[in-house]
């Protein structure tokens, strides 16, 4: 979700308006594309099926990229150490762009909206750091990065490896 891709982001036949229409959806979506899977070059999402082996050679989650670049990261890291991003086409997210902002009244919105803009930047700063970017590249799509070549660098645990740690001051 979130990434302008036609093969992440499922055009709907309709508006959904209830959950019981999704229910279906959801029924009709998984039989058509049972089965069915697509590389990837990079992760966006909040939700992902890891196989031990990843964590075992990669780590988990940095996070000094506390909420956004988490993703993107996380399967720069992997591919470095020789797995593939496969994405579920049976699967999906229901995804109502918004909706953590359209309930609010329009200062605290718009405060929201700026902070979150904050720590895109401050942790696309971070990403472009950490994987030799040109410090001066703007963020735009990241579907304009050129994700092979940050993938290309030999793996090494030094870099590579994030060590569990405490989480719990993320939670609120």
């Known amino acids: 979700m979130d990434n302008e891709r036609e093969t992440h982001n499922i055009k709907l036949p309709s508006p959904i308006v209830s959950y019981e229409q999704l229910a279906v959806f959801a029924e009709e979506h998984a039989s ?8 990837d070059d990079y992760l966006t999402g909040d939700a992902f099926l890891v196989a031990r082996s990843v964590l075992d050679k990669i780590g988990t989650l940095d996070p000094m990229f506390f909420g956004y670049f988490t993703d993107h990261d996380f399967g720069v890291r992997a591919r470095i150490a020789g797995f593939k991003l496969v994405l579920a086409r049976a699967a999906f ?72 740690g405490d989480y719990s001051k993320y939670f609120r």
């Open 32 to 39: 058509r594309f049972h089965g069915q899977f697509l590389t």
């Open 93 to 164: 997210v229901f995804h109502k762009r918004d909706a953590n902002f359209t309930y609010l009244p329009e200062q605290l919105r718009n405060q929201k909206a700026v902070l979150r803009w904050m720590r895109i930047f401050e942790n696309w700063a971070r990403f472009k750091l950490k994987y030799g970017l040109a410090v001066d590249q703007p963020y735009t799509s990241l579907n304009n990065l050129n994700w092979d070549a940050l993938c290309k660098r030999p793996f090494s645990p030094e870099t590579c490896y994030v060590s569990p």
